[in-house]
């Protein structure tokens, strides 16, 4: 497996092209090019659980995110790495996320404001989403196991995150 680095518009364009949940961007390139791929699909299943394994693993082990002591930006940087895995999928599990009385995400800050008193909402960093962030770290934890759970990925990583959420 192979790293590339491409454009934020060629990236929402791919990510825009997934056909189901789970599809992987090798996947959408080879159907897209008309590429056969010359392994079977039992094979083509792991790059994508090695994908998001690399993905949360680079983040859990960075100097930006082992060093940050905050709960709020480690909370905002988590949110940004699973923006950046799938936006398709992070705007469906966002949209459908809210409290009995409050929204979590939205696309704008006022949003936020005017679902709820002290909402502090935040940016996160790299994204159209702002976040609410005068939430307790159980309900932080909450957000992003249930925004993780809807994006379809493991229980395990979903285990992962949340014992490296913690300082």
């Not at 060629?10 to 390139?29: M, P, R």
């Not at 159980?138 to 285990?159: C, H, P």
């Amino acid at each position: 497996m192979k790293t590339i680095e491409i454009d934020e518009e060629l990236y929402q364009f791919i990510a825009g092209q997934t056909k189901h949940i789970g599809e992987d961007a090798s996947s959408i390139l080879r159907r897209l090019l008309n590429f056969k791929q010359a392994v079977s699909n039992k094979t083509n299943q792991a790059p994508h659980k090695e994908h998001h394994y690399s993905l949360f693993d680079d983040l859990l082990q960075s100097d930006t995110f082992t060093n940050e002591k905050s709960i709020i930006s480690r909370f905002i940087l988590l949110l940004g790495a699973l923006y950046n895995y799938n936006p398709a999928l992070f705007s469906i599990a966002a949209t459908s996320l809210h409290g009995s009385k409050r929204q979590y995400l939205a696309k704008d800050k006022q949003s936020l404001e005017t679902s709820g008193k002290n909402t502090k909402p935040r940016e996160i960093i790299g994204t159209p989403y702002w976040v609410i962030s005068n939430t307790n770290t159980a309900r932080k934890l909450l957000i992003i196991e249930s925004i993780m759970s809807d994006m379809g990925i493991s229980e395990n990583m979903i285990n992962q995150v949340t014992l490296a959420f913690l300082p």
